[in-house]
């Protein structure tokens, strides 16, 4: 049973940039396909990124292309995103999930492992 702890979150300004890591404990973490979701206030939880286990392969939502950056270090048991150019849009929990499974999952109730999530704010 893997458990998962996010860090990073803050206030920042727009075009400006965060990371988040999600610390990984409990498993083995290099068999997880690991997924970034946020969820803003009164909206579903909606898929970020995610990164494949074994292939390292990545994917990106639409909205977050181009300025968010998906990572891994199994050494670490942690998976990072680096958050660039930040919109107020972006304003949200971040929860990491786990998966044992090879794949792009990037529907939130095929997850049974979560974080407790990071609070990020981005202010206009």
């Known amino acids: 049973q893997v458990t998962l702890v996010e860090s990073g979150g803050g206030l920042v300004q727009a075009g400006g940039s965060l990371r988040l890591s999600c610390a990984a404990s409990?498993?083995?973490?290099?068999?997880?396909?690991m997924t970034w979701f946020r969820q803003a206030p009164g909206k579903e939880r909606e898929f970020v990124a995610t990164i494949v286990r074994s292939s390292g392969s990545t994917y990106y939502a639409d909205s977050v292309k181009g300025r968010f950056t998906i990572s891994r270090d199994n050494a670490k048991n942690t998976v990072y995103l680096e958050m660039l150019n930040l919109k107020p849009d972006d304003t949200a929990v971040y929860y990491c999930?786990?998966?044992?499974?090879?794949?792009?999952?990037?529907?939130?109730?095929?997850?049974?492992?979560w974080g407790q999530g990071t609070q990020v704010t981005v202010s206009s």
């Open positions: 999930a786990a998966i044992l499974m090879y794949g792009l999952f990037m529907d939130h109730k095929d997850y049974a492992h």
């Open positions: 409990g498993g083995t973490f290099s068999a997880y396909t």
